[in-house]
Nanobody, 117 residues
Framework: QVQLGESGGELVQPGGSVRLSCVAS????????MRWYRQAPGKERELVAS???????NYADSVKGRSTISRDNTKNTVYLQMNSLKFEDTAIYYC???????????WGQGTQVTVSS
């Protein structure tokens, strides 16, 4: 059974930083493409960042240059570091992986990031 557990969301001021964590079980993060999505109120869920098994990273234009996705293979954990936060970064952030073994996508429960002064 694949499980993803996000944490690290918080209330931060504009310009601040947050580091989100996604602990995985039942799947190895280093051999899968791991993704971070976010969903703001009234908006569709959008892809924020991804990291492949080869370590290739990609970012949405909206966060490029101020976000870093990384992983710790020893902890089977994926991170999303976000800096210079803006009001529009307010959203629930979800960790995601597609399992080719189980032929389905898995999601965590999400973690709330609120950017407010």
């Amino acid at each position: 059974q694949v499980q993803l557990g996000e944490s690290g969301g918080e209330l931060v001021q504009p310009g601040g930083s947050v580091r989100l964590s996604c602990v995985a079980s039942g799947i190895i993060v280093s051999t899968n493409t791991m993704r971070w999505y976010r969903q703001a109120p009234g908006k569709e869920r959008e892809l924020v960042a991804s990291i492949t098994s080869a370590g290739v990273t990609n970012y949405a234009d909206s966060v490029k240059g101020r976000s870093t996705i990384s992983r710790d293979n020893t902890k089977n954990t994926v991170y999303l570091q976000m800096n210079s936060l803006k009001f529009e970064d307010t959203a629930i952030y979800y960790c995601n992986v597609y399992s080719e073994i189980w032929n389905r996508s898995y999601w965590g429960q999400g973690t709330q990031v609120t950017v407010s002064s």
